[in-house]
C-alpha cells in the first residue's frame, strides 16, 4: 500500500500494511526493503529547488527515506493523519504532551500508567508550570468531575503496564472532547493490531516502539500518531524540538514490524493460556490479565480489543525476599530485565505501592510481570514451576 492509494480510498488488511506498507521498492532499484539512508546534507542542484519548500528531502534530521518509510507504515497502521518518530518510548511520550500542554495547563494521568511517563509529568512538566493529577483506572466517564478549567489533555494507559486496569477509552474520550481536552493514549500493549484508539475517540496515540514493533530487543524507538486535528500540531512540536531517530533504527523497526502479525498472534494465544496455567498454580495468589473471563475489566477489553498483547502481571503468596531471590535467580529461560516485547520471555519482581497515589495498592504478596516470548509454551510452563516451588520453599 503507497500514500497514493490511501488517498484514493483504498483499503487492505492489517498484515498485508505490515508486508507491503513503507517499502517503495520502485523508487529504490527494486530491492524489497528499504535501504538504509545514512546522511545529514542534501544537495539541491538550482537555486529554485532550495527555496521549493515541497520537496520531499531538505535536511538528514527530519526528512530521511528510510525513516519516512517507517512513519508511513504506523499511519496506515494507525489510520493517523501523520506520525512523527522518537529516540525511546518515553520521548515519544514527551513529544505527545508537548505538543497538547502550555504553562498553566492541566494534564490528567492514569494512575497505572508506566513510571518513566509519571516522572516526566510530576518532574519535567512541572519545571515548565504544568500540573499533573493522577485519576482512578476505572473512573470512566467519571473523569468528567475532575475536569477545571485548565484541564488540557488527558492521558490513557489501558491496560496499564504494570497493574493491568483497564480504560474505558470511549467514555472518556467524550467527555474530555465535551470540554475541548486532548486524549493522548499509550497504546504499546496491543499495537494498531488488536486496539485502535484514534477510532474510539483518541487524538494521539503512541508507542514505546521498541517492544512490540521492534520485536528483538535491539532498537530503542517510539512513535506518536495523530488525528486531522492535532497532526499539525505534532509535527511542528517535533521540529521545533529536533526529535529524531537514526535512519538505522528505522530500518530495524521495518524489519520488525514485517513479522508483528504473526508474532502478535503466538503472544496472544500463548500469553493467555500462560496465564490460565499460572492461575491455578498454588503459589499464585491472582493472576492480572484483562483477557482472563473473571478479570474485573474484561467486558472492556472484550468490547475494545481483539486480541492481547505478551505482557501481564501476577502475585503470590507473602514471602521475604529470600524466597523472590530464589525465585528469579534459578531461571533458565525467563530473562530478568526491562522493557519487553522481544523474543525472548522476562520475568521481573515489583512493587506498585511506590509509585501509585489516586488508587493506592493494597493487595499484599509479591507481584511480577512476565512477558512471554516465543520459546515452547511447555518450556516456559516448566522453568516458570521449578521458580515457584523454589519461592515456595522458603519460609514466609
Not at 202 to 214: E, G, L, N, Q, S
Request: glycine share 8%.
Amino acid at each position: 500500500m503507497t500514500k497514493k492509494d490511501r488517498e484514493s480510498g483504498a483499503s487492505a488488511s492489517p498484515e498485508t500494511i505490515l508486508t507491503h506498507s513503507g517499502r517503495a521498492s520502485r523508487d529504490h532499484l527494486g530491492y524489497v526493503n528499504m535501504p538504509v539512508f545514512r546522511g545529514s546534507t542534501i544537495l539541491f542542484e538550482t537555486l529554485d529547488e532550495l527555496e521549493n519548500y515541497k520537496a520531499p528531502y531538505r535536511y538528514g534530521r527530519n526528512d530521511n527515506p528510510t525513516v519516512l518509510a517507517l512513519a508511513d507504515l504506523v499511519s496506515e497502521l494507525e489510520g493517523a493523519a501523520g506520525t512523527v518518530l522518537a529516540p525511546s518510548g518515553l520521548s515519544a511520550v514527551s513529544t505527545a504532551l508537548l505538543s497538547a500542554l502550555s504553562a498553566g495547563d492541566e494534564l490528567l494521568v492514569t494512575d497505572s500508567a508506566y513510571e518513566p511517563t509519571r516522572t516526566f509529568a510530576t518532574e519535567g512538566l512541572a519545571k515548565l508550570g504544568i500540573t499533573t493529577r493522577y485519576y482512578d483506572p476505572r473512573i470512566g466517564a467519571g473523569v468528567a468531575e475532575l475536569f477545571t478549567d485548565k484541564t488540557r489533555a488527558i492521558f490513557v494507559e489501558s491496560p496499564g503496564s504494570l497493574t493491568f486496569e483497564m480504560q474505558d477509552l470511549p467514555a472518556i474520550a467524550a467527555a474530555a472532547h465535551a470540554r475541548d481536552i486532548t486524549v493522548i493514549v499509550d497504546n504499546s500493549w496491543a499495537t494498531p493490531l488488536y486496539h485502535r484508539p484514534l477510532e474510539m475517540g483518541a487524538d494521539i496515540v503512541m508507542h514505546a516502539a521498541t517492544k512490540m514493533f521492534v520485536g528483538h530487543s535491539d532498537a530503542m524507538v517510539g512513535t506518536v500518531s495523530a488525528n486531522e486535528k492535532l497532526w499539525p500540531r505534532l509535527k511542528r512540536t517535533h521540529r521545533i524540538f529536533g526529535v529524531t531517530i537514526s535512519p538505522d533504527d528505522a530500518y530495524l523497526t521495518l524489519r520488525g514490524m514485517r513479522t508483528l502479525g504473526v508474532r502478535m498472534k503466538h503472544h496472544n494465544e500463548t500469553s493467555v493460556e500462560f496465564a490460565r496455567w499460572l492461575a491455578g498454580q498454588p503459589e499464585v495468589e491472582e493472576v492480572y490479565h484483562p483477557a482472563l473471563p473473571d478479570s474485573p475489566d474484561h467486558a472492556i477489553w472484550k468490547r475494545d480489543f481483539t486480541g492481547s498483547g505478551s505482557l501481564f502481571t501476577f502475585r503470590l503468596k507473602p514471602r521475604n525476599r529470600d524466597a523472590v531471590a530464589a525465585m528469579v535467580n534459578g531461571f533458565q529461560l525467563f530473562g530478568m530485565g526491562y522493557s519487553w516485547g522481544g523474543y525472548e520471555s522476562l520475568c521481573i519482581p515489583f512493587n506498585p505501592s511506590n509509585i501509585r497515589t489516586a488508587v493506592p495498592w493494597t493487595a499484599r504478596g509479591q507481584l511480577f510481570r512476565v512477558h512471554v516470548g516465543l520459546e515452547g509454551l511447555d518450556d516456559l510452563k516448566a522453568d516458570m514451576a521449578a521458580a515457584l516451588a523454589r519461592y515456595g520453599s522458603i519460609s514466609a
